[in-house]
């Protein structure tokens, strides 16, 4: 069956670090560009970042720029994103998904940033 | 950026409707545009890629078509399992972005 499991997910503080997971299972994994999606409370969606097959090529929405990283392990079917200074307005369910059409969506991890 | 503009934001529908929701893009996009449909509390699902190809496993009675900067979502016969929001997003640059969806109700 083809998977997306996401994980790490929870309340941080204001300025505070988070590592979200994504484990792929059911499919190559190693062959396809991945993203993060995120949804804030009653909104729509918004893409975050998105990296290629062999991790060289890396892309983000303004807003997070200098603060996320998206990463991935082949060898493990992982990607993974580390979200760093998070704001207010970081608070959302996030989705990995595959490829730049997001073909395959995960059931996400909800993030809260408040003190 | 590139804007994609849903319409409408909302409908209201009956069981067997034909349901049209349009798209438009901000600049040319070629045909790098998919769908998605979303129901409360859960993940999107991918409808549809490249304008108007299905899906694998998603029923016929949906549909996509145009190019450019104008594409539309059709459901033929709308079923109960449709009630939903769905939104537009385009792959042809960076940032990808998202339309406001359209939630179809009934």
């Known amino acids: 069956e083809v998977q997306l499991v996401e994980s790490g997910g929870g309340l941080v503080q204001p300025g505070g670090s988070l590592r979200l997971s994504c484990a792929a299972s059911?499919?190559?994994?190693?062959?396809?560009?991945m993203s993060w999606v995120r949804q804030a409370p009653g909104k729509g969606l918004e893409w975050v970042a998105n990296?290629?097959?062999?991790?060289?090529?890396?892309y983000y929405v303004d807003s997070v720029k200098g603060r996320f990283t998206i990463s991935r392990d082949n060898a493990k079917n992982s990607l993974y994103l580390l979200m760093k200074s998070l704001r207010a307005e970081d608070t959302a369910v996030y989705y990995c998904?595959?490829?730049?059409?997001?073909?395959?969506w995960g059931q996400g991890t909800m993030v809260t940033v408040s003190s | 950026d590139i804007q994609m503009t849903q319409s409408p934001s909302s409908l209201s529908a009956s069981v067997g409707d034909r349901v049209t929701i349009a798209c438009r893009a901000s600049?040319?996009?070629?045909?790098?545009l998919a769908w998605f449909q979303q129901k409360p509390g859960k993940a999107p699902k991918s409808l549809i890629y490249?304008?108007?190809r299905l899906q694998s496993g998603v029923p016929s009675n949906f549909s996509g078509s145009g190019s450019g900067t104008d594409f539309t979502l059709t459901i033929s016969s709308l079923q109960p399992e449709d009630f939903a929001t769905y939104y537009c997003?385009?792959?042809?640059?960076?940032?990808?972005?998202f339309g406001g969806g359209t939630k179809v109700e009934i």
């Open positions: 998904a595959s490829g730049v059409a997001f073909q395959i």
């Open positions: 990296i290629n097959q062999d991790g060289s090529e890396k």
């Open positions: 059911g499919f190559t994994f190693s062959s396809y560009w």
């Open positions: 490249a304008a108007s």
């Open positions: 997003q385009q792959y042809n640059s960076y940032p990808l972005t």
């Open positions: 600049q040319g996009i070629s045909n790098y």
